[in-house]
């Protein structure tokens, strides 16, 4: 294996279970993550590392949950973290943590597991999507306090909330809904008013949105869909994607990660991760490439096994991470993660461990990457 591959450290948690979130400061100088369980209890925690691979502190879970944390975030100034998931199947969990010191800013329990946790730059605003609500919350000195809910409704449908985004500027939030009866997905669109959300528009799809990515300032948001293809937004009409872009590739199946970036040349990236349904159950990655009215495929390349979350770009749009690995049953497949040009599909590194893979993040800087696998262990690169 090439030494490019290797990592820079690797942290086990006191009780290594499954890692199935991670997440990064800018330059990737504080690190967070929860431990899971896909199949059964544990006692779980949140931790945070620095950027050399020292545990800065950690918050157990308390009681023993069946699955865990589900996804983390981090402010981008490394000053704040969320970790949300759940306890059981029908309760669920939201916490957030004051990175300097690992105090407990809020701990609510919710009829539903937190899918997903995003932050603005700077922490002030944290948002949240369990069940068919989408919720912001807002710091106040030492805590955070609810400021807004909306029930994920439209169209006549209402929509499980799988996905849920704000922009790092703290002024939109972008929303993935699916509804199971009639396989519709919907993305709603949020600006933040009077520091709650305003439903600014949204847009219904003809299958399940999976996943949503939003760009820096909000201007443009993505949608990856259950029949593996990619819708794009901006802000000129929130209600119609501009574009719909789909690799022409037989078996092409649902999609499990996304992330969009529009770069300071005004490209707007949007990267893929899609399933493959063939004799090898494969995954595939690919990027779009727009300059905010029309888009096109740029590249794809081969997963070994099926496509996981763990699609991130760095802000100037010169990197992309995938991860891969299938679970078949209690028994996994053996995972990867990967480093490409995000321009031009280069493969640059690749990296294999004993058992499946599902977060992997790039920081904002593009110079450290931290991925989660299954075997319990976080990973740490440097990418310079």
């Not at 004993?354 to 931290?370: A, D, E, Q, V, Y």
Request: hydrophobic share 35%.
């Amino acid at each position: 294996m090439d030494a490019q591959t290797q990592p820079q450290w690797t942290f086990t948690p006191q009780n290594p279970y499954q890692i199935n979130s991670v997440a990064l400061d800018y330059n990737g100088d504080r690190c967070v993550f929860g431990t899971s369980s896909e199949y059964g209890q544990g006692d779980f925690a949140f931790y945070c590392c620095d950027g050399r691979g020292n545990a800065l502190w950690s918050e157990p879970l308390s009681p023993s949950a069946t699955q865990g944390f589900f996804w983390a975030c981090i402010s981008d100034n490394g000053d704040y973290a969320a970790g949300g998931g759940q306890y059981s199947e029908d309760s669920g969990f939201l916490k957030a943590y004051d990175c300097h010191t690992g105090k407990v800013m809020l701990d609510v329990s919710l009829p539903g597991r937190v899918n997903q946790v995003s932050m603005n730059h700077d922490g002030r605003y944290l948002v949240a999507v369990f069940s068919d609500t989408v919720q912001l919350y807002r710091r106040e000195e030492d805590q955070y306090a609810l400021r807004s809910s909306q029930a994920l409704n439209a169209e006549e449908l209402s929509f499980y909330g799988n996905s849920a985004v704000i922009a790092t500027d703290g002024n939109t939030v972008v929303v993935s809904g699916r509804n199971y009866d009639q396989d519709k997905g919907y993305v709603f669109v949020f600006d933040i008013e009077d520091e709650k959300l305003a439903h600014l528009r949204g847009c219904l799809v003809d299958t399940a949105s999976m996943r949503v990515a939003v760009s820096h300032h909000g201007q443009f948001w993505a949608a990856v869909l259950h029949d593996g293809s990619c819708v794009l937004f901006s802000r000129d009409d929130p209600a119609t994607p501009f574009a719909r872009c789909q690799p022409t590739l037989a078996g092409l199946g649902i999609g499990y990660g996304l992330d969009l970036v529009c770069t300071e040349q005004n490209q707007v990236l949007a990267a893929c991760g899609v399933n493959i349904s063939n004799s090898d159950d494969q995954g595939l990655l690919y990027v779009v490439k727009s300059d905010g009215k029309t888009a096109s495929l740029a590249w794809q390349a081969p997963l070994t096994y099926p496509a996981n979350p763990g699609i991130s770009l760095d802000r100037a749009g010169r990197f992309v991470t995938a991860t891969d690995g299938a679970p078949e049953g209690k028994e996994e497949s053996a995972g990867h993660f990967y480093l490409f040009d995000a321009q031009n599909g280069a493969a640059l590194w690749r990296y294999q461990t004993s058992l499946m893979n599902w977060p992997m993040m790039i920081t904002g800087s593009g110079k450290r990457i931290l991925g989660g696998s299954d075997d319990g262990l976080a990973y740490y690169w440097h990418n310079e």
